[in-house]
């Protein structure tokens, strides 16, 4: 599957695959959380922009724990599937607040926001706040935080072949 990826860049992918996998949700999920942002923020939660993000990130987080589960942490494990889902739920209701802070900081600390800047201002903005830095600092974290008490162990969820397809 990675022979399309030219070397050393193969050699680096296969040895990093987990951050390679996580690194490829979390480029799908911000598709969807910057989706859902800017048509929330545009319509009906225009003069709400936190609430918009904070919408659009819980809904990415789901496809996000999806995904993960079952693609960038498939083989990682160690704690029962009911535990396992709560601490992901609690980390990434923790991971609204990193996500969501610096589009917070610009908004109400930093004011950057109409009157006091231009609407192109304030849009340009609340991307680079809530949906670069935002998610930089989010992933950074929960990519952290995951592996550290959701995905604890590796090999743990090791398909195993069954006796006699050896």
Not at 84 to 107: D, N, T
Request: net charge positive; proline share 6%; hydrophobic share 50%.
């Amino acid at each position: 599957m990675l022979a399309w990826i030219p070397e050393p860049y193969r050699t680096v992918a296969i040895r990093h695959r987990e951050l390679v996998k996580f690194a490829l949700v979390g480029g799908t999920t911000w598709v969807i959380d910057t989706a859902i942002f800017l048509v929330l923020k545009s319509t009906v939660l225009e003069p709400k922009p936190v609430t918009a993000k904070v919408i659009a990130v819980t809904v990415a987080t789901l496809a996000s724990y999806m995904l993960n589960r079952g693609w960038s942490f498939r083989t990682r494990g160690g704690r029962e599937p009911h535990h396992e889902a709560v601490l992901y739920v609690l980390i990434s209701g923790f991971s609204v607040i990193v996500y969501s802070a610096p589009l917070w900081v610009s908004r109400y600390v930093l004011d950057l926001r109409v009157p006091e800047i231009s609407q192109f201002g304030e849009h340009l903005a609340d991307f680079v706040s809530g949906q670069v830095v935002g998610v930089l600092v989010g992933m950074a974290f929960r990519w952290w935080a995951f592996r550290r008490f959701v995905f604890p162990h590796p090999g743990a969820r090791v398909r195993q072949l069954p006796v006699g397809k050896l």
